[in-house]
């Protein structure tokens, strides 16, 4: 059975840092392109950054250069981390994994999905 588990969420001050972790179990995450997602209650989904199985890696313009995703295959676990957070970064976090190695930001591709963690970045 898949499963992916987000950890890491917080509150956290503009300026400041956050590591999301994305375990995931029942599949071996190295093969699999994996993504961070984020959504506010009333918005749009918004893709944030993937890696693809060969280590090709997307990230949103409104990320680029303060966020980072990696992974460890060793840990079976995908990190996303974000330096220099904004208020506006504010969303719940979501990770997910689809099985083609072609890193996309868009939600309709992953068919598996985490719970999601809550960030807030406020002063």
């Known amino acids: 059975q898949v499963q992916l588990v987000e950890s890491g969420g917080g509150l956290v001050q503009p300026g400041g840092s956050l590591r999301l972790s994305c375990a995931a179990s029942?599949?071996?995450?190295?093969?699999?392109?994996m993504a961070w997602f984020r959504q506010a209650p009333g918005k749009e989904r918004e893709g944030v950054s993937c890696?693809?199985?060969?280590?090709?890696?997307s990230d949103a313009d409104s990320v680029k250069g303060r966020f980072t995703i990696s992974r460890d295959n060793a840990k079976n676990t995908v990190y996303l981390q974000m330096n220099n957070l904004r208020p506006e970064d504010t969303d719940v976090y979501y990770c997910a994994s689809h099985s083609l190695n072609e890193c996309r930001l868009s939600g309709s591709d992953y068919p598996y999905w985490g719970q999601g963690t809550q960030v807030t970045v406020s002063s």
């Open positions: 890696i693809s199985s060969g280590g090709a890696t």
């Open positions: 029942g599949f071996t995450s190295a093969y699999r392109t």
